[in-house]
């Protein structure tokens, strides 16, 4: 399951996570801050904006490459671009020194935190297992441009595979379609697939004319399939498959190049040879 569907609206699980064990960490901390007189709501609101902060911060920090000439793209949180290790660390530092400043708060900001990051440590790790249980390139009906039946496992050949789910109407796809583009070019060692979710090729055709769009692979999923396999309930939502075929990252939302690029750090560093490095080297 990589998301979870509201009505029109789709959250990512792993978002879905965080919210939910800071309402965890409210309840608890509601409870035994009540018991002791000391409320600690704000405290929490505090510690969880803290965190996601240093976590923006981490990751732009991390993928400042990417960034550069986009200056409004670093606070464009829209890309999912977030480094969760930072962020955990500036929580408990945070965290420690208020408990430190604050005695009368330590035992139920202490309760509170343990049991939120429990609930996202145990949440998580399920939702990763059931995950791996994904083997193998999903095996649904799709068609080239001309409406001709094509195998997945025949483009992946080997190699990993950047499966993205999108469609027309789509804004978030339009917008991130560049990036795709480029990427596609820059990396000859990965195959990207571009599979439409429930149009017609001529709608599809018409749409990359208009954009300018030279892309590999496009196809057609008529049905929607790709999605309901892979429990996706959003638009855009990338796949990421190494070269065995498994899952081992997605990517619900936008991507812009530093997303793209930390999810493409789960492949084999093999694949990862730029092409204006492999030139490079031929020369």
């Known amino acids: 399951m990589l998301s979870v569907g509201v009505g029109p609206v789709s959250f990512s699980i792993g978002h879905l996570l965080l919210v939910l064990a800071f309402i965890v960490a409210l309840i608890v901390g509601g409870i035994t801050g009540r018991k002791h007189g000391t409320p600690i709501a704000g405290t929490l609101a505090d510690i969880f904006v803290v965190a996601m902060l240093s976590a923006r911060i ?3 920090i991390r993928y400042y490459e990417h960034y550069q000439g986009d200056w409004l793209g670093m606070i464009d949180i829209r890309d999912g671009g977030f480094n969760m290790v930072t962020g ?4 408990i530092v945070f965290a420690g020194f208020l ?3 604050r005695a009368s708060s330590r035992r139920a900001l202490g309760t509170a935190m343990a049991a939120g990051l429990l609930t996202w440590g145990l949440t998580g790790g399920a939702i990763q297992l059931i995950n791996q249980q994904l083997k193998g390139l999903p095996e649904v009906a799709l068609t080239d441009l001309n409406e001709q039946p094509v195998d997945l496992s025949a483009i992946a050949n080997g190699q990993p595979t950047v499966v993205n789910l999108w469609a027309t ?3 978030p796809c339009i917008r991130e379609m560049p990036v795709l583009e480029e990427a596609q070019k820059r990396y000859p060692g990965i195959n990207f697939v571009f599979a439409n979710q429930g149009e017609h090729p001529e709608t599809i055709q018409r749409f990359l004319s208009e954009q300018k769009l030279n892309l590999h692979h496009v196809l057609s ?3 929607g399939q ?3 396999v892979t429990g996706s309930h959003g638009l855009p939502t990338t796949l990421f498959y190494n070269a065995e075929g498994n899952l081992v990252d997605s990517h619900m939302g936008e991507l812009s190049r530093a997303s793209l690029a930390r999810s493409l750090e789960r492949f ?3 694949f990862l040879v730029a092409y204006d490095e492999a030139v490079g080297y031929a020369e």
């Open 169 to 171: 109407w789509c804004p």
């Open 99 to 101: 408990m430190w400043r």
């Open 221 to 223: 999923d008529r049905q």
């Open 226 to 228: 790709f999605g309901r």
């Open 268 to 270: 084999d560093p093999q």
């Open 88 to 91: 955990l660390v500036a929580a």
């Open 58 to 60: 981490g990751f732009v």
